[in-house]
C-alpha cells in the first residue's frame, strides 16, 4: 500500500485553472479520473489527511503510484475530457454502471433490401434502427403483434426468408395478413420500405398522420361501397388505437422529457430513467451503481446525489450520442431531449447544460420539477429506483454462496473463533431524549429471524428527562443478557423437570407428563429451548467507540466472556473493536461490510417503527385521555376508524358516531377536547 505523500506534486506546481486528472497505479494502470474547476484546490484535498478521506477515496489513494493532469480552457472542456478518458481507460474506482437487467428494443434492420422487425437484445449495430429500451419483453411483442396488422413487414430471419422463397410458399404470417409476404413477391423492395419508414414513423410519435390517413380511406372504401376495403381499414385504425392506449399520455403533448431518480445507501445506489418523447413513457431503464470516488467524498462541494447525478448524465448521454452517431438514420437529438428531469441539480449545472446543448443541437434544460403532472411522475420513477434497490440486495441477500462468504469475511476481519451464525444488533430511537425506545434483530446464517425481533422502552434518566445513546446501548446491553442467564438456567432447570417426567412416563404415570408441561426453559410448542436462551457469536451496537465501550463493559459486569462485541458507525461505515484505538476497516465492496450494514439497517427500520408507534400511541392518549367516558376500548376504536387522531379532528359527529360504542354526547366531547388543542 502506497503512502500518497510519495507522489504528492510539489507545493505550487499544481495549477489553479480548471482540468482532468488521473491517478495511476505502479503499473502505470488509470486506476480513477476526475474533473475539477481548481485542479490545485481538487488535488490538494487528497493528499492534505488521508485518515479524513472516505474509505473508498482512502483506498484508491492508497493503491495510486502518480498523479496527473491535463489543463483546459473551460469547465465545459473538462466535462467532455473527463468523459473520454473514463471510456478509454475504464478506471475500476470511478462510477461503474451495471444495468440490472438486459433491456429488449425493437430493431428495423433498414441496411437490408427488405428491412426486418424484431425484438432485440444486445450490442448496437450499424445500419439498424432501434426503439425502446422497453421494461418487459412481452410487452413490445405484444405491441408488434398489433401493428403488424397495419404494417405487415417481414419480422422473420435470413434463413426463414430464403427457404420460403425458394419453396415459393409464405409463412404462417403471410397467409393471416400479418405479413406482406415479400420473400414471394408479393410486393416489391420500395413498396415494403414504404411500409417500414410508417411503421418507424409510428413509433417515432406522429401517429395523428397515420391514423387520419387511415380513416380517410375509410371512408372513401365505404362511400366507393367497398365494405369489405372498408372494414379492414377499420379494424386496422382500432389496431392502431389499441397499441397508442398501451402508452397512456403522462405529460402534455409535445412534451420531450427524461426523468431520472436515484435512490441509495452507504455502498450502492439504484438509478432509473423513464424516456418521455411527446407526451408518452417510451421506455425505460435501470442501473445498479457502486458509488465511488467523488460521489463518496463530496461532503464540501454539494453532497453525493448531485455528484451521482452529474456523472450519470455525462456517462449516459455521452455513450448515447456515441451509439447515435453509429447510425445514419438516428439523430442525437433523438437520444438528448429538450429537458432532463431529475432529482437534484449536478453541481456544475451550467456547465452540464452546455454540454448536453452542444450534443443535441439546441439547448437542453437540466431542472428539478416542482410541481404538477411533472412532478407526479419523478415520484413515480423515485418509487422505481427504491423498489429496484431493494430487489437487488434481496437478490444478494438470497445468495447462499454469497452469505457463506460474509459470514467468514466477518470471522477473518474480527479474528473469531468461529463464523458468527448468529448476529444480533441493537439500535436506539428517539427524538431529543424523549420517548426513547431501541430494536434488538436476529440474523441467523445470514438472513433476518423475524419471529425474534424484540422492542425495549428505555427508562428516562431520573430527573433530567432524556436518556443517551450510550446510556441506552448499555442498558438494553443488561437486559438482553440478563434475561439470556435466566433462560439458560430456567432452561437447565426445564432438562431436569424433562429427565423426570421421561422417567415417570417409562414408569408408566402419563399423568405426569400433562401436568408439569415441558419445563420453564422449553418451548411447549416446538420442545426446543425458547429463544434467547440462544447466545449470540456476534453482538453489533450502531454506533462507534463510546456506544461499544459501553456494551463491552456492561458483558464484563455480568461475566459473559465468550461473545464478540463490534460497533458500525455509518459515517465511514467503520467496524470498531472494543479497546481498539483504530477502527478495523472492511473492503467496500466485501460481502462481509454488505451483511453487517444490512443488520445494522435493519435494526434502525425496526427501532424507527416501533418509536413512531410510541409515539403516536402517547399523543393519542395525551388528547383523548381527558374526555369523559372515553376508555380504552372506545379510544382505540376510534383511532383505527379513522387512521390517525387528525383525520378524527376533521371529522363531524355524525361520522364519530358510527363508530360502534360512541354516542352524539361522545362525539361532541372528542371534538371539543381535539379542537381546543
Not at 483546459?72 to 472542456?77: G, N
Not at 473527463?82 to 430493431?107: C, G, H, M, Q, T
Not at 465492496?589 to 454488505?594: V, W
Request: glycine residues 6%; hydrophobic residues 40%.
Amino acid at each position: 500500500m502506497a503512502d500518497p505523500a510519495t507522489y504528492r506534486p510539489a507545493p505550487g506546481t499544481i495549477p489553479v485553472e480548471p482540468g482532468v486528472y488521473k491517478f495511476r497505479d505502479a503499473h502505470r494502470q488509470v486506476i480513477y479520473v476526475g474533473k475539477a474547476k481548481s485542479l490545485r484546490s481538487r488535488l490538494n484535498s487528497y493528499f492534505a489527511d488521508v485518515a479524513s478521506l472516505h474509505p473508498r477515496t482512502r483506498q484508491m489513494v492508497t493503491t495510486a503510484a502518480s498523479v496527473e493532469w491535463t489543463v483546459v480552457s473551460t469547465e465545459v472542456e473538462a466535462l467532455q475530457l473527463e468523459y473520454n478518458w473514463i471510456k478509454e481507460f475504464d478506471p475500476r474506482f470511478n462510477v461503474r454502471y451495471r444495468d440490472d437487467k438486459s433491456y429488449p428494443v425493437l430493431a428495423v434492420t433498414l441496411n437490408e433490401q427488405f428491412p426486418r422487425l424484431f425484438v432485440y437484445r444486445g450490442a448496437r449495430r450499424k445500419g439498424v434502427r432501434y426503439f425502446g429500451p422497453y421494461a418487459h419483453a412481452w410487452a413490445i411483442r405484444e405491441t408488434l403483434d398489433l401493428l403488424l396488422r397495419v404494417f405487415p413487414a417481414r419480422t422473420c430471419s435470413n434463413g426463414v426468408f430464403q427457404r420460403h422463397s425458394q419453396i415459393g410458399r409464405p409463412c404462417l404470417l403471410g397467409y393471416i395478413d400479418k405479413c406482406s409476404a415479400p420473400c414471394v413477391g408479393r410486393l416489391g423492395p420500395e413498396e415494403h420500405r414504404r411500409i417500414v419508414d410508417d411503421f418507424c414513423d409510428f413509433l417515432s410519435g406522429r401517429t395523428d398522420r397515420l391514423v387520419r390517413e387511415l380513416e380517410r380511406r375509410m371512408h372513401t372504401a365505404a362511400d366507393d361501397l367497398d365494405f369489405e376495403a372498408a372494414a379492414r381499414l377499420r379494424d386496422d385504425v382500432q389496431a392502431l388505437r389499441r397499441a397508442l392506449e398501451k402508452q397512456a399520455v403522462v405529460l402534455g403533448t409535445g412534451t420531450d422529457a427524461d426523468v431520472i431518480a436515484f435512490a441509495m445507501d452507504e455502498l450502492e445506489a439504484a438509478v432509473q430513467i423513464f424516456h418521455v418523447r411527446d407526451g408518452r413513457v417510451r421506455g425505460q431503464r435501470g442501473w445498479v451503481v457502486d458509488k465511488s470516488g467523488d460521489a463518496v467524498d463530496v461532503p464540501r462541494t454539494g453532497g453525493q446525489l448531485a455528484a451521482l447525478v452529474e456523472q450519470f448524465l455525462t456517462q449516459f448521454y455521452g455513450e448515447q450520442v456515441a451509439v447515435a452517431d453509429q447510425g445514419p438514420d438516428v439523430q442525437p437529438a433523438a437520444v438528448v431531449p429538450r429537458e432532463v428531469l431529475v432529482p437534484e441539480l449536478p453541481r456544475d449545472v451550467e456547465q452540464v447544460q452546455h454540454w448536453l446543448s452542444t450534443l443535441r443541437g439546441s439547448t437542453v434544460r437540466v431542472r428539478v420539477p416542482q410541481r404538477g403532472d411533472k412532478k407526479a411522475l419523478a415520484e413515480t420513477v423515485r418509487r422505481n429506483a427504491t423498489e429496484a434497490l431493494a430487489q437487488h440486495k434481496l437478490r444478494r441477500a438470497s445468495d447462499l454462496t454469497s452469505r457463506s462468504q460474509a459470514l467468514q469475511d466477518i470471522q477473518d476481519a474480527l479474528d473469531l473463533d468461529t463464523a458468527p451464525l448468529r448476529i444480533e444488533c441493537v439500535d436506539v430511537s428517539h427524538v431529543q431524549g424523549t420517548d426513547v425506545v431501541a430494536s434488538l434483530v436476529v440474523f441467523e446464517d445470514g438472513l433476518a429471524r423475524k419471529s425474534e425481533y424484540r422492542h425495549y422502552t428505555i427508562k428516562e434518566a431520573a430527573g433530567e428527562g432524556r436518556s443517551d445513546d450510550v446510556g441506552s446501548i448499555a442498558e438494553v446491553t443488561r437486559r438482553r443478557f440478563l434475561r439470556l442467564r435466566r433462560e439458560r438456567d430456567a432452561t437447565i432447570a426445564g432438562d431436569i423437570a424433562a429427565d423426570d417426567i421421561a422417567g415417570d412416563i417409562a414408569a408408566g404415570d402419563h399423568d405426569a407428563y400433562d401436568g408439569a408441561a415441558a419445563g420453564p426453559g422449553i418451548d411447549p410448542r416446538t420442545g426446543r429451548p425458547r429463544a434467547f436462551a440462544y447466545p449470540p457469536n456476534l453482538f453489533v451496537v450502531d454506533g462507534g467507540a463510546p456506544q461499544v465501550a459501553a456494551a463491552a463493559e456492561t458483558l464484563d459486569d455480568l461475566g459473559v466472556t465468550d461473545i464478540a462485541v463490534i460497533g458500525l458507525a455509518k459515517r465511514l461505515e467503520e467496524v470498531w473493536v472494543p479497546g481498539e484505538s483504530e477502527p478495523t476497516i472492511l473492503p467496500r465492496n466485501s460481502e462481509a461490510l454488505y451483511l453487517l450494514q444490512r443488520v445494522r439497517d435493519e435494526a434502525h427500520r425496526f427501532a424507527i417503527a416501533f418509536h413512531r408507534k410510541k409515539r403516536s400511541r402517547r399523543m393519542t392518549a395525551s388528547v383523548l385521555d381527558s374526555v369523559p367516558g372515553l376508555g380504552t376500548t372506545r379510544r382505540t376504536a376510534l383511532v383505527t376508524h379513522f387512521g390517525s387522531v387528525a383525520k378524527l379532528k376533521e371529522a363531524t359527529v355524525e361520522q364519530i358516531t358510527e363508530v360502534p360504542g360512541i354516542g352524539v354526547a361522545t362525539a361532541k366531547a372528542v371534538l371539543t377536547a381535539l379542537r381546543s388543542q
